[in-house]
């Protein structure tokens, strides 16, 4: 189909676009191009993004799918184009007809684009590999144990040594197993304050530095996923700055949050990592604003019954899929960076760390599109979320930023 | 930040923590239990103040004594109490502890006494009731987890203000195990609130929660030089399951370095009170020569906790 979308302002940060009042057309599913209709286009369907902001679908490194059908219908809802799903399901993602299954069943639905990463090891015990070959044939884009630790070095080791041999990039979340298994919190005022068991900074440097090592040792391409504390950052971007293949991200609800909003114990300020001090927040802030850090959602659909509950036995996590635009324009505003490198962060930064030719308008580029209009107020009630997951800390609290169309593979699917 | 503890005059409605109450408030509770005392010297040991009113003690987690001076303080109250151990038994069976206060207040509760292993359960609770528009129904945390038990604070700081009268000019030691303490989390916001200008956490790092300074506290890890010239001395009750990770070696290596003994005591000022909140450990954290010494004020302290809860719980359910 041709489509032409017109009077918006293009904003293609891969490339250092941004024009006003401008035209973008799709031919065959692909960007055709911008400004001028290429020779011959006689488009079928127009859309007016007078006022709106025309930018590549966003992609999103991290988002749990519960219910597929609901969480991929919020994925676009929020400007979501493509979808990294954690291999954390129930099964776990260790199998390659699971794999298989789950690319399908996101074809069928047929909104966004699903990118599953496969379990590094099988049931994600961090004990025995899984078929990661057949994984990757399957769809997997990278390997990963989402959350869940490899307490045996060892087996990480080799772990990072096979999928180098294959250069498949491996996803982890530095975290110390033994300690952070009894922690709910930072360790820091809060905890102390409210008695809750404290996760301390160490639980993610040692993590990152253990990684950093093997990584050097290896060659295998790592990104490092949500990193929630200065200290790791400063030891990831060294390893960068020594030239190691690594890369990382944070969760958006880390740029914007810390300890101190657990207040009472709010079960919505329970994350994974924890949320931790003003100074955390700066450097990861800091990080995302230099383009060293991806910034991802980490979308965790939590029924409400496992938020009602005592602190210490919340489910960690918040929905992300359709906050990740408004919630990133906040950080940007805040933090006094540009709309474009604030973009940069969800559609081309994520796509470099895939590997993937996405993220991007420029022309012969998939039609992956994200219309929304920079100015638009909305509140965020349970109402408002397409997503099972009703579960945030920004329940009741005004958003800016509210997408208009998507479009996946040149099709409107929102 | 509103203060799920205060309704909208600012009156105490919850009892959760002693962290964030004004001072007027805490002064309030110890003078309403000082005039209590003489109810329980009383041949008629009522008063009326609850008649008619159902206290319901929900203890999630095992607690015979503290439980005990809940229903005294009730019944002498004229409350009717009814006693709910609950302990793992229900969340076994499915049902959630908002689906059993649910319940609760279809028996027409008015003040539920809340004990529960988790930090923060009391908090829920309270909330949940504002959030149903049961603003008649008032909770008194009996401690949460390692967060806080306020009543044992509050009768910690009856029983200092009845030996030291004024808190401006004391020096107050709390030692042990303070990581995993209500008692010493309480202790410690109802001090630093009523004005005691030295307020001392003793104990090995292990035992001590991180930024305990950003509580106005100063840490000692040798416990001779931080009990010198104080007032009042606090210890804590170690648990046995203390022993068994890497916190601690042994119990004897414990007392050896933090076992409150005579000579120890002699460091402190000659008219310091020792206090524990109960049940004490012999020969782990205090010797027996100083728990049942001259100094000791361990059991005026049960007897003033019981006219602090009947305080606390006419304050609230008045409001």
Redesign the interface.
Request: aromatic share 14%.
């Given at each position: 189909m041709n489509i032409e979308i017109k009077n918006g302002r293009v904003i293609d940060p891969k490339f250092a676009v941004d024009r006003e009042n401008t035209s973008l057309f799709i031919v065959d599913r692909q960007i055709a191009a911008l400004g001028t209709a290429p020779a011959g286009f006689v488009a079928e369907q127009t859309i007016d993004a007078a006022g709106c902001i025309v930018c590549p679908g966003l992609i999103d490194l991290g988002a749990r799918l519960n219910s597929i059908e609901a969480e991929l219908a919020a994925a676009v809802a929020g400007g979501v184009t493509s979808v990294v799903v954690p291999p954390d399901a129930d099964p776990p993602l260790d199998e390659p007809e699971l794999a298989d299954r789950l690319v399908h069943r996101g074809e069928e639905i047929g909104k966004a684009r699903v990118l599953p990463l496969g379990a590094l090891t099988l049931g994600l015990k961090g004990e025995r590999l899984s078929e990661l070959a057949g994984l990757k044939k399957a769809g997997c884009v990278a390997f990963s144990q989402a959350k869940a630790p490899v307490v045996d070095t060892e087996a990480l080791l080799r772990a990072l040594e096979y999928a180098a041999s294959f250069d498949f990039p491996v996803f982890l979340h530095p975290q110390d197993h033994w300690l952070s298994r009894n922690g709910i919190a930072h360790?820091?005022?809060v905890?102390?304050?409210?008695?809750?068991?404290?996760i301390p900074v160490a639980a993610e440097t040692i993590a990152i530095a253990t990684i950093v090592q093997l990584v050097r040792d290896t060659g295998c391409r790592v990104h490092l996923t949500r990193l929630s504390s200065a200290a790791g950052v400063a030891l990831a971007k060294a390893a960068i700055g020594e030239g190691l293949p690594l890369s990382f991200d944070v969760g958006v609800h880390h740029l914007l949050l810390t300890e101190n909003d657990i207040?009472?114990?709010n079960t919505h300020a329970r994350f994974a990592p924890p949320l931790r001090t003003h100074d955390d927040r700066a450097a990861l802030s800091a990080a995302a604003a230099a383009g060293d850090a991806a910034i991802c959602s980490d979308h965790t659909p939590v029924g409400a019954?496992d938020k009602?509950?005592?602190?210490?036995?919340a489910k960690p996590g918040a929905t992300g899929l359709e906050v990740l635009l408004p919630l990133t324009l906040k950080w940007a505003e805040q933090a006094g960076v540009g709309l474009a490198d604030a973009l940069a962060r969800i559609t081309c930064a994520p796509a470099a760390i895939l590997g993937l030719e996405a993220g991007t308008l420029a022309v012969g580029a998939a039609a992956d599109v994200c219309i929304f209009d920079p100015a638009a107020n909305w509140t965020l009630t349970p109402d408002a979320l397409r997503s099972r997951g009703k579960n945030s800390p920004w329940l009741g609290y005004p958003m800016t930023g509210q997408v208009w169309r998507t479009l996946v593979d040149g099709r409107v699917v929102y | 930040m509103h203060n799920p503890q205060l309704n909208d005059n600012g009156e105490l409605t919850h009892l959760l923590s002693t962290e964030g109450l004004p001072r007027a408030i805490l002064t309030q509770i110890l003078d309403t239990a000082e005039s209590f005392m003489e109810v329980s010297a009383r041949e008629v040991k009522k008063v009326p103040l609850l008649r008619g009113k159902s206290v319901f003690n929900l203890f999630f987690e095992n607690s015979t004594r503290t439980r005990t001076t809940f229903e005294i303080a009730a019944k002498r109250l004229s409350a009717d109490v009814i006693n709910l151990d609950i302990g793992r038994s229900s969340t076994a069976k499915g049902e959630t502890l908002l689906d059993t206060i649910d319940n609760l207040c279809a028996m027409h509760a008015n003040l539920f006494v809340v004990r529960h292993a988790s930090s923060g359960a009391p908090y829920l609770i309270a909330e949940h009731l504002r959030r149903i528009g049961r603003d008649d129904i008032h909770v008194v945390n009996a401690g949460d987890g390692r967060h806080a038990h306020p009543t044992q604070g509050l009768l910690d700081m009856y029983t200092i203000r009845h030996y030291k009268q004024d808190f401006s000019n004391l020096r107050v030691a709390i030692v042990g195990d303070i990581l995993h303490s209500r008692v010493a989390r309480s202790d410690i916001h109802a001090l630093t609130t009523l004005g005691v200008p030295e307020v001392r956490a003793i104990g090995p790092e292990t035992l001590l929660p991180k930024h305990l300074d950003k509580l106005g506290v100063h840490v000692f890890h040798d416990m001779e030089a931080g009990l010198k010239d104080c007032d009042v001395v606090i210890m804590l009750r170690l648990q046995n399951e203390r022993m068994t990770g890497a916190l601690l070696p042994s119990a004897g290596e414990y007392f050896r370095h933090y076992g409150l003994t005579p000579q120890k005591l002699a460091l402190a000022k000659p008219d310091a009170i020792v206090m524990h909140p109960g049940p004490m450990n012999r020969g782990v954290e205090i010797h027996s020569a100083v728990a049942d010494g001259a100094q000791a004020v361990i059991l005026p302290q049960v007897t003033f906790g019981i006219a602090v809860r009947m305080a606390v719980m006419s304050i609230v359910a008045g409001n």
């Open positions: 360790d820091g005022e905890s102390a304050r409210l008695g809750l068991a404290g207040g009472f114990f019954d009602l509950v005592p602190f210490a036995e | -």
